[in-house]
């Protein structure tokens, strides 16, 4: 059975609106911009401030080391330039790259958010400042994490308008439920996918010195199809050796780490435990990572000697269309 649009945005807000009714609030409003973190949960998940990154038990903080290679893997990787490209951290030092957060209190005002996607996009209004950090380039996202309520709020080509602001696309998620997007629909990733919860984050790599989650990255081009949790396609061929968004891979349990170090050892080993998901078109094998000051960039530079052909791809779940 098909369920109208209306109903399935009507299920998928539900938690979400008892979340925040039941949050907190207080606090003393206002962005915090300093990139701030906590430890991870036991079982796999990150958290930042008093907030776990989903439940232990979501897809992103599930451990996929022992499940098995997808049947279509080397074609995959292969598609994916694999034999051709490797690895690389697309953030840094420079504010240029990478993708910027905040945090917020549960007392933030929310103001209007005006949206070119409105039918996929989650209605305002969003407590987001008027400070709040805009990523650098053409995609120009805004993630703010209200830390009370642990409800995430993210926006894609987003542009601050006084009092509020514009954006193409914009997503809420309840960081204490499993739900989905409903199918077919965008978020502020092409994915449909929440972005905060994929990025490398200093706090976890460095400060902690682990990573409990899946990480995202992009590759060229992508099939017109997706697979759980991603909930959207933005494909240009049916061709189904090209990947999915939503496909999971892996680096290999035998890829030998041991020379690494810092952060680089630190993302690589997440990679074989939890992996990444394809969150988005752009260049093959570009993960995602925070914008922070903090990076050394001399220790990054080592991912990119990690190459495509490395990974595996991880039998997940079916394609939808």
């Known amino acids: 059975m098909t369920v109208p649009k209306t109903a399935r945005f009507f299920l998928y807000l539900l938690p979400i609106l008892l979340a ?23 079982n796999g998940g990150g958290s930042l401030g008093d ?37 690389h951290p697309d953030f840094g030092s420079n504010p240029d790259y990478g993708i910027p957060y905040t945090t917020v209190k549960g007392d933030q005002p929310k103001v209007p958010v005006s949206f070119s996607e409105a039918d996929e996009s989650d209605p305002g209004p969003y407590p987001i400042p008027p400070n709040a950090p805009v990523e ?14 642990c409800i995430l709020y993210e926006m894609f080509a987003a542009e601050y308008v006084g009092p509020g602001w514009e954006a193409f696309s914009g997503a809420i998620f309840n960081l204490n439920s499993n739900a989905l997007r409903p199918d077919t629909w965008t978020s502020a990733d092409a994915a449909g ?44 061929t049916t061709d189904p050796d090209a990947p999915p968004m939503g496909l999971r891979v892996r680096l290999k349990a035998d890829f030998d ?41 001399e220790d990054l530079e080592q991912l990119k000697t990690v190459p495509g052909n490395a990974f595996e791809v991880v039998q997940t779940g079916p394609l939808h269309y």
């Open 51 to 87: 907030c776990a990154i989903f439940p232990s038990d979501n897809p992103w903080n599930r451990d996929v080391s022992q499940d098995p290679v997808d049947p279509n893997s080397d074609a995959y990787i292969a598609r994916m330039n694999g034999d051709s490209e490797n690895l």
């Open 193 to 236: 996918l929440p972005i905060l919860p994929g990025l490398v984050r200093y706090d976890e790599a460095v400060t902690q010195g682990e990573i409990r989650h899946a990480l995202r990255f992009t590759v060229a081009s992508t099939q017109q199809a997706f697979i759980h949790p991603a909930t959207h396609q933005a494909g240009d």
């Open 257 to 297: 780490t041991s020379g690494f170090t810092g952060a680089s050892r630190v993302v690589l080993e997440a990679l074989k435990k939890y992996g990444m998901f394809v969150a988005d078109n752009g260049s093959d094998w570009f993960i995602s990572g925070a914008t922070d000051a903090r990076w050394d960039d």
């Open 20 to 42: 925040s009714a039941c949050g907190s609030g207080g606090g003393s409003g206002g962005a915090q911009t300093q990139n701030t973190g906590g430890s991870g949960a036991a």
């Open 136 to 149: 650098a380039g053409g995609d120009r996202h805004v993630l703010v994490l209200d830390t009370d309520n």
